[in-house]
């Protein structure tokens, strides 16, 4: 059974930086494109930032120059560097595949921003 494990959130200042972690076990992941999803109090969960199994990242508009995905697959990790941060970036972010099916949701990690 896949295990998605997300941390790295916390509370920052508008301006600030965070950068999350997804440490993925029982899978190989490095087979996937993965992907970093938010969900806002009351929104809809959203997909922020993607990667492919060969490393190339693609953007929601909204975080586009902003954010930066990667991934470590040797250690099953993939990243998330949250630069510029802003109120409107508030969510629980989450890491899973890109495309259907999804493994397990994991706990997600809690970005806070304030302005």
């Known amino acids: 059974q896949v295990q998605l494990v997300e941390s790295g959130g916390g509370l920052v200042q508008a301006g600030g930086s965070l950068r999350l972690s997804c440490a993925a076990s029982g899978t190989i992941v490095r087979f996937y494109a993965m992907a970093w999803y938010r969900q806002a109090p009351g929104k809809q969960r959203e997909l922020v930032a993607s990667?492919?199994?060969?490393?190339?990242?693609n953007y929601a508009d909204s975080v586009k120059g902003r954010f930066t995905i990667s991934r470590d697959n040797a250690k099953s990790t993939v990243y998330l560097q949250m630069n510029s941060l802003k109120p409107e970036d508030v969510a629980v972010y989450y890491c899973n595949r890109q495309d259907l099916p999804y493994f397990d949701w994991g706990q997600g990690t809690q970005v806070t921003v304030s302005s």
């Open positions: 990667i492919t199994s060969g490393g190339t990242p």
